[in-house]
């Protein structure tokens, strides 16, 4: 019996270690799977779906859901990562390792991919708000203002849009558009002449229209297609320099770049002004003269000026026009509004010359050398030549012929423009009438007899702008014994021997001694050498 039990027990001993050896290997089994799906479960799932996130956040975050849901490894990390531990388990049970390796790059550059697009939208995003915001900050900006008054010679207003003039109370309007319209509106009192300094120059108002004043603006008696300019016909006009200086070049400065498409709203219109440069003032606009003063109604604009742009005196800078106009051009416009001869065929004196000679040439007899032609202006009041009739003789002495003019405001500017321009030579004392030289031709010559304490002025308002418009320019200084001052109040007054000493002390005395008392008594022995000199540049 204890042999049996023995031989009995044995083969139950090695069953049980049987049985546990293979219980300790599914043990050792379970815990080397369980380790390998912990790290497939860490690298698959959690890696990708935090790196994504991170892409995410750094590029952009408006473009966040986009990128979570671009990738479905990605939504499914997000939604179900058991889901993920399971198919990782499943591929390790199928030998699939290598096919989940490689699905899982290809998950990853897609995912990578994904961003840089996201990115890449997020930047246009971007840049389109800036855009936007750009477009909103230009809208709310201030205005620039309509009204300059930042030049020391003049004031000027530029309305572009609903612009509306009033005459009977010498008001601009502006009715900005809806969605500029603030809670107040600026308003300014404007001088419409090139001198703002002036102190008889009535002013026009200009104003912009709040929101509230906008909708209860006045309404439109006339609608105009073209421009206007409103501009005042007075101040110190009433001599040819004023009146070029003053109110012709300004008006050019203005509107010459309109072509005529422009119309005239003058406050204290004058008719004599009106009649005596109705060819330039009509050239400059086709429109009809607007008497603004006296216009009731409400005329609505496309463009309003209130003002007139000036450059100095008797100036124009071509950096500050809108064509780059010089001086020379406003010659040049002067003699074809008054239909004078082109400007190429150079000054009288030369093209009789050639005439002349071409008649010789055809064996036409001559009998006389062709004289050049001298203008002498003389006069009314101050500055007047007192031996008139010796100076004429001494002039055609010299070899001249000789045409006396005494200008006045009465006189029609088309006959002394033409008188003008038949001459080779202007000649005169300093002042208003040599004005007249814009009518002369290329390289004829202004002769400017210069008085006692003029000789800054001769240069300043003749001399400069003769030679900017090609024209020659030569100055007779006179002696001190020349001067009507000398006779009236001797040698030793400051007047005669300091002349600059009467400068310093203002405006007044000189415009009495310089200006008002002095009458010029030239002496024709010294003064013969210019004149020959004068025959000299125009045969050269």
Request: glycine share 6%; hydrophobic share 40%.
């Amino acid at each position: 019996m204890a042999a049996s039990s023995s031989s009995a027990t044995a083969p139950a001993v090695k069953g049980v270690a049987r049985t546990l050896a293979h219980r300790r290997q599914a043990v050792v089994g379970f815990l080397f799977a369980l380790i390998v799906i912990l790290v497939l479960h860490t690298t698959v799932v959690f890696g990708p779906f935090q790196s994504t996130n991170a892409n995410v956040v750094l590029e952009s975050t408006s473009g966040e859901q986009n990128a979570k849901t671009s990738s479905p490894l990605a939504a499914q990390a997000a939604s179900a990562p058991n889901n993920s531990t399971q198919a990782a388990v499943h591929a390790i049970e199928n030998g699939q390792k290598d096919d989940v390796a490689k699905n899982d790059r290809e998950t990853r550059g897609q995912l990578g991919q994904t961003g840089k697009n996201d990115a890449s939208d997020d930047k246009t995003q971007e840049e389109l708000i800036r855009q936007e915001l750009d477009r909103d900050v230009k809208r709310g900006a201030p205005r620039k203002p309509i009204c300059d008054l930042s030049d020391p010679r003049y004031d000027i207003c530029e309305i572009t849009g609903d612009a509306r003039a009033i005459g009977a109370n010498r008001t601009v309007l502006y009715v900005p558009p809806a969605d500029e319209r603030g809670t107040d509106g600026p308003e300014w009192a404007i001088k419409d002449q090139s001198r703002k300094q002036l102190g008889d120059i009535k002013e026009v108002n200009v104003k912009t229209l709040s929101a509230a004043q906008s909708l209860v603006a006045p309404e439109c008696t006339s609608r105009h297609t073209v421009p206007a300019v409103v501009f005042a016909m007075n101040g110190i006009i009433g001599n040819p320099w004023h009146d070029l200086s003053d109110l012709l070049i300004p008006l050019f400065i203005t509107t010459r770049a309109y072509d005529g498409e422009v119309q005239f709203l003058v406050t204290e219109l004058q008719p004599w002004f009106v009649d005596k440069y109705r060819l330039v003032l009509t050239n400059l606009s086709r429109y009809d003269i607007i008497d603004f003063n006296k216009d009731a109604g409400v005329r609505c604009y496309p463009h309003i000026i209130v003002g007139l742009r000036s450059h100095g005196d008797l100036d124009i800078d071509p950096a500050r026009t809108p064509r780059n106009y010089t001086l020379l051009d406003f010659r040049l416009y002067i003699r074809d509004v008054f239909l004078l001869p082109s400007d190429d065929r150079g000054i009288p004196y030369k093209e009789a010359s050639k005439k002349n000679a071409a008649g010789n040439d055809n064996g036409t007899a001559v009998t006389e050398n062709p004289k050049p032609r001298l203008l002498l202006i003389n006069r009314g009041e101050s500055r007047k030549f007192v031996n008139l009739p010796e100076i004429s003789a001494a002039v055609q002495a010299a070899g001249f012929e000789l045409l006396v003019m005494e200008p006045s405001r009465d006189m029609g500017m088309e006959e002394f423009a033409r008188a003008v321009d038949s001459c080779d030579v202007l000649m005169g004392v300093h002042g208003a009438a040599l004005t007249n030289f814009f009518f002369l031709r290329t390289n004829a010559v202004l002769l400017q007899v210069v008085g006692l304490g003029l000789e800054r002025e001769a240069l300043h308002y003749y001399g400069n702008q003769a030679t900017a418009v090609m024209v020659q320019h030569i100055q007779y200084f006179i002696s001190a014994e020349e001067s009507t001052l000398y006779e009236k109040y001797g040698k030793d007054h400051p007047a005669v021997s300091d002349p600059d000493s009467v400068h310093k002390q203002g405006w007044q005395g000189a415009k009495r001694y310089f200006w008002a008392e002095q009458d010029i008594r030239l002496n024709v022995t010294r003064f013969a050498p210019t004149l020959h000199q004068l025959i000299r540049t125009l045969q050269e």
